[in-house]
T-cell receptor
């Protein structure tokens, strides 16, 4: 069965510090991978998605970046965090496209920027 | 701006009742629709998806889709206190991405 891991689970960082969040998927090959952010009162916002190694699509221009160095690894980064980067960061995967593009979420990382 | 709208709630129902959660979407080209459940502090869990007009049932859950009215709903029969959560509606808007609504909070009282 497929499993998705995210770490760390919680993170408190000062403004201006760098960020690296990691997501890995087990039990599947060539998944589509996604990074979402859920901020209070704003719903789930798609940040990046990837359909293959080295292929990244950005949905929202901001100070975050993503990379996919391996088939089942997806990394979210920032060089300098802003207060507005606080939120619940969720990684998701899917293996199908089209009508039945079910996405499955990891446990998430709760980031607080102070 | 392609949007997915949900009433934020809370929707309060007594235990054993039917809970009805609604979602409207603006993009007429939307093809498939997903319902997720999210407990407080946890990540969303997929309940079911639908892409044909009409009803789709899975256990106590029924999804209903009306593309002409751009409306999708989720019915939960025999609601239990453990169903208390936020329910997210999501719409497939293309190749491999989903657009989510902000969710409706459901409270089921014993």
């Amino acid at each position: 069965s497929q499993t998705i891991h995210q770490w760390p689970a919680t993170l408190v960082q000062p403004v201006g510090s760098p960020l690296s969040l990691e997501c890995t998927v087990e039990g599947t090959s060539n998944p589509n991978l996604y990074w979402y952010r859920q901020a209070a009162g704003r719903g789930l916002q798609l940040l990046f998605y990837s359909v293959g190694i080295g292929q990244i699509s950005s949905e929202v221009p901001q100070n975050l970046s993503a990379s996919r160095p391996q088939d089942r690894q997806f990394i979210l980064s920032s060089k300098k965090l802003l207060l507005s980067d606080s939120g619940f960061y969720l990684c998701a995967w899917s293996v199908r496209v089209g009508l039945d593009n079910e996405q499955f979420f990891g446990p998430g990382t709760r980031l607080t920027v102070l | 701006q392609k949007e997915v709208e949900q009433n934020s709630g809370p929707l309060s129902v007594p235990e054993g009742a039917i809970a009805s959660l609604n979602c409207t979407y603006s993009d007429r080209g939307s093809q498939s629709f997903f319902w997720y459940r999210q407990y407080s502090g946890k990540s969303p869990e997929l309940i079911m998806f639908i892409y044909s007009n009409g009803d789709k049932e899975d256990g106590r859950f029924t999804a209903q889709l009306n593309k002409a009215s751009q409306y999708v709903s989720l019915l939960i029969r025999d609601s239990q206190p453990s169903d208390s959560a936020t329910y997210l509606c999501a719409v497939n808007r293309g190749y491999s991405t989903l657009t989510f609504g902000k969710g409706t909070m459901l409270l089921v009282s014993p």
